[in-house]
């Protein structure tokens, strides 16, 4: 990794770590991007509780909750692939929330340069690479069925993990659920989210 000085975001007290510079050898490169993806297993998701869950855990609930559905004109693996990438660039950037102080035009600019640097810098643009980094930009575009479908559950598994810390701790998460339930779009998806409502009374 680059030992140059880390990036600081402006208006925030967040700090990056530098990108990755390639050594030029494929293969070191690729090793390093596969090690990268192990902060997504250690960075915890923000905005809740100390000890949240992590970016990876985040990710995987919604790659399962993708195979639930029984929509037939979804494509069904692309969702599912786009649910484990679309929080990929937060390997680099973390976990930014509103509440940080950061626009949400630069929020934009940091996981765009990730993304790039993990693709092209460190995957070499290697067709697999840029399979990734087009879901990753459809998900972001949220133009398509399969991105307005993600964008959804990613909304859910929020809700599903406010009701569970309420559970556990004894919280009042509303506002978690005011700012997902009410969002949801997808007749299926929405069915779960009025169920999972349902729960809290």
């Known amino acids: 990794m680059d030992g140059s000085k880390l990036e600081v975001a402006a208006s925030?007290?967040?700090?990056?770590?530098?990108?990755?510079?390639?050594?030029?050898?494929?293969?070191?490169?690729?090793?390093?991007?596969?090690?990268?993806?192990?902060?997504?297993?250690?960075q915890k998701r923000t905005g809740w509780i100390p000890n949240a869950e992590s970016i990876s855990d985040h990710m995987y609930r919604m790659a399962i909750l993708a195979m639930c559905t029984s929509d037939n004109t979804l494509d069904v693996s692309k969702c599912v692939m786009m649910a484990v990438v679309h929080d990929l660039a937060e390997a680099q950037v973390g976990d930014i929330t509103p509440r940080e102080g950061i626009s949400k035009q630069e929020k934009?600019?940091?996981?765009?340069?990730?993304?790039?640097?993990?693709?092209?810098?460190?995957?070499?643009?290697?067709?697999?690479?840029l399979r990734i980094e087009a879901i990753w930009e459809e998900y972001e575009e949220g133009e398509t069925n399969e991105a307005k479908f993600v964008k959804d559950l990613d909304r859910l598994e929020m809700a599903l993990q406010a009701r569970?810390?309420?559970?556990a701790h004894a919280m009042d998460l509303q506002s978690f659920f005011d700012s997902s339930l009410p969002h949801l779009r997808h007749p299926e998806v929405k069915q779960w989210g009025e169920t999972l409502a349902q729960t809290r009374h």
């Open 12 to 42: 925030s007290n967040r700090v990056f770590l530098p990108l990755y510079v390639p050594t030029g050898d494929a293969s070191i490169d690729r090793l390093a991007f596969f090690h990268v993806l192990e902060r997504l297993k250690t």
């Open 108 to 129: 934009r600019r940091l996981e765009a340069e990730a993304m790039h640097n993990f693709v092209h810098d460190m995957l070499h643009g290697s067709p697999a690479a």
């Open 164 to 167: 569970e810390y309420e559970t």
